[in-house]
């Protein structure tokens, strides 16, 4: 009988990685932490993660790092070691912006598609029975959520009184005949992946189609992490930019705490092949204009920006997750943390 229990959580320095590492930690696991710093490659100096993972090996215990990148062979060196030990996989490393992705194609597809095949191999060959989350995105739905029709407010967008979208996407939303960015291109394999190897395999995984993830432990930089980089620009003064859509393009937004506990409740209860859209939904959404209301308000302090206007391609107007299938099957959780909450977090940690 195996006593020892393990978490892989790859990108574990980030913000949902870290998160991931305290909880499991928590919990009893032995945790191993997989992520080399690509944020920094990716963004620069300012989205270093080094901060959390000298932050992680100091105050966790159990906690074992390894500065390897998911797509190298050296990956399958530490499920050979742990074996059936493995109990989980939380897979959150990725290229995470959309922006970033136009401007290497081959990169974003390595690490974000290959990267999760060759994690989902290695769980199949070593730790079959081991549960496997992967951090997806809304970008898998391209620009679909554009086409539905919205009525104009005085600090957002909404979608239309009669449509049947005013609770959120779900995840019968059509992935298909839509721009998806290169960077959901990439994602969307890795999430089609995740589900085929619980469907053909018999494994317990799952695609968390996530909103905003942000959270106080967020790097935000220009190209990725919104409200994180929205406060880090309100409290410093660096002039923020907004492009197109007037400002009032909503997000949903959910804290790194809330969504790892939506993974525990999986990790309890497995599915094989399962999917589910995830995020803040309609208790935690704001536009960019409420965001920069919230900001000022909390810090004090007036944001400068540019409004640039010409929206980012396939810029989402308004997107929020409907949550109601994972709330359905996991009706012990819940949203915790609200917009303000969120943007108090991060500011106290700047």
Known sequence: M???????VTGSDGLVGSESVKYFSSLGFNVIGIDNNSRKKFFGDEASTLKNRHKLKKEVKNYTHFNYDITSDRIEDIFKKYKIKIKIVIHSAAQPSHDWAATNPHLDFNVNAFGTLNLLENTRKYCKDAVFIFTSTNKVYGDNPNKIKYKELSKRFSPDSQSKYTKGFDETFSIDNTMHSLF???KLSADIFTQEY????????VSFRGGCLTGGSHAGTMLHGFLSYLMKCTVNGTIYNIFGHKGKQVRDNIHSQDLVKCFY????????????NIGGG???NCSMLEAIDVCESISGKKLNYNYIDEPRRGDHIWYVSDISKFKKDYPNWKITYNI???LFD???SL
């Open 2 to 8: 195996v006593k020892e229990k393990y978490a892989i």
């Open 346 to 348: 991060i500011y106290q």
């Open 282 to 284: 309609v208790d935690s």
């Open 184 to 186: 959901g291109a990439s």
């Open 265 to 276: 409740e999986f990790y309890k209860n497995p599915k094989m092949g399962e999917v589910y």
């Open 198 to 205: 619980g469907k053909n395999f018999n494994m317990k995984t």
């Open 340 to 342: 303000e909450s969120i």
